[in-house]
């Protein structure tokens, strides 16, 4: 896909991930535009203060709760990154339907919008938590993925075509534990939910660049997961602070002790490519079968989880990984 040729609109474009898919899309790919979409006029003004002044940088104020709004910011765009999302746990648990009319009916206009304008690649991100959900978050999350892997059946005989990202935490984003840790270690005690918590690490450059991967790839329908390692909560905790106090305060409602990325039901219809899978929509007639040439398929019973990766970080690795988070916050870097 030649970049420099398409107009690119971001959901959520002032978020950890919009500013960093904006800045390696800027520096490496010149797209004749970038749109960022979001309702926020402050952070918008904040990223132009930034240096996010760009002569192809557009700012759109619009909420994906507004289909009308859509439309008209999608008029002439060639590729859509969905990555609007209310996604604090303990917010959306209390405040369900705005979770829903956001996760939810927000990606429902996103595909309305997007089949409407004639956008031929449309990427939602989506996280380990839509796999077997627990809290309303993850369901949200679920419900999204389907709407984007299914509304392939409406596109017809157009080009538009609608795939997903899922991956797991993105250390140092808005939501992430890092942040947290890092300012508690001033005070010399660390909270951890529970000793045994696993989890899943990303960087968010490397989430980009993944996002950016799969865009190009993408036949319409994927679920793209990257092979990704693991870290335990304590590990991490210890490589933040290693001499300050772990207090274990309990798990919190809504919260997993482990991740998946990829249930067993999934593995069916999942290949395994070098550094990722694809899970495929099962039985969908208007899905080519393209990734079972270029890799292989999953045995039976195969499972993504987070306590049986086979690839774990050690303490020195989160260590290096979470010093960039550091010095940002060190910086002020808002995330």
């Known amino acids: 896909m030649?970049?420099?040729?398409?107009?690119?609109?971001?959901?959520?474009?002032?978020?950890?991930?919009?500013?960093?898919?904006?800045?390696?899309?800027?520096?490496?790919?010149?797209?004749?535009?970038?749109?960022?979409?979001?309702?926020?006029?402050?952070?918008?003004?904040?990223?132009?203060?930034?240096?996010?002044?760009?002569?192809?940088?557009?700012?759109?104020?619009g909420d994906v709760r507004d289909l009308p709004r859509l439309r008209r910011a999608l008029n002439g765009v060639d590729v859509v990154i969905h990555a609007a999302a209310l996604k604090q746990v303990p917010a959306c648990e209390y405040n369900p339907m705005e979770a829903v009319k956001t996760n939810i009916l927000g990606s429902q206009n996103v595909v309305d919008a997007a089949l409407d304008a004639g956008v031929e690649r449309v990427m939602a991100l989506s996280t380990?938590?839509?796999?077997?959900?627990?809290?309303?978050?993850?369901?949200?999350?679920?419900?999204?993925?389907?709407?984007?892997?299914?509304?392939?059946?409406?596109?017809?005989?157009?080009?538009t075509r609608f795939s997903c990202v899922r991956y797991g935490n993105v250390v140092g984003s808005r939501g992430s534990v890092v942040p947290v840790f890092l300012k508690q270690r001033s005070n010399g005690k660390l909270t951890i939910t529970d000793e045994r918590m696993t989890r899943f690490w990303i960087s968010l450059e490397q989430g980009v660049r993944f996002v950016i991967q799969c865009a190009e790839?993408?036949?319409?329908g994927e679920v793209f997961v990257p092979k990704i390692p693991s870290m335990t909560i304590i590990n991490l905790a210890k490589a933040v602070a290693p001499q300050?106090?772990?207090?274990?305060?309990?798990?919190?409602?809504?919260?997993?002790?482990?991740?998946?990325?990829?249930?067993?039901?999934?593995?069916?219809?999942?290949?395994?490519?070098?550094?990722?899978?694809?899970?495929?929509?099962?039985?969908?007639?208007?899905?080519?079968?393209?990734?079972?040439?270029?890799?292989?398929?999953?045995?039976?019973?195969?499972?993504?989880?987070?306590?049986?990766?086979?690839?774990w970080l050690s303490i020195e690795e989160i260590r290096r990984i979470i010093e960039p988070v550091e010095l940002e916050l060190d910086q002020g870097y808002p995330g």
Do not use: C
């Open 2 to 61: 030649n970049w420099n040729e398409k107009v690119i609109l971001i959901t959520g474009g002032t978020g950890s991930f919009g500013k960093k898919f904006i800045k390696v899309m800027l520096e490496e790919y010149h797209p004749a535009k970038i749109i960022v979409y979001s309702r926020d006029e402050l952070k918008q003004h904040e990223m132009r203060v930034a240096g996010f002044d760009h002569p192809s940088l557009r700012y759109f104020i």
């Open 128 to 159: 380990d938590k839509a796999v077997n959900p627990v809290n309303l978050y993850g369901a949200t999350k679920l419900a999204a993925e389907k709407l984007f892997i299914q509304s392939n059946a409406y596109a017809g005989g157009t080009a």
């Open 217 to 220: 790839q993408m036949h319409g």
């Open 244 to 311: 300050a106090e772990i207090e274990v305060i309990g798990i919190r409602p809504g919260e997993k002790l482990h991740e998946v990325l990829i249930s067993d039901d999934e593995a069916r219809n999942t290949i395994e490519l070098k550094d990722m899978f694809v899970v495929q929509p099962a039985e969908a007639f208007w899905f080519g079968r393209h990734w079972e040439k270029l890799g292989r398929k999953l045995e039976d019973g195969f499972r993504y989880a987070s306590n049986t990766n086979t690839s």
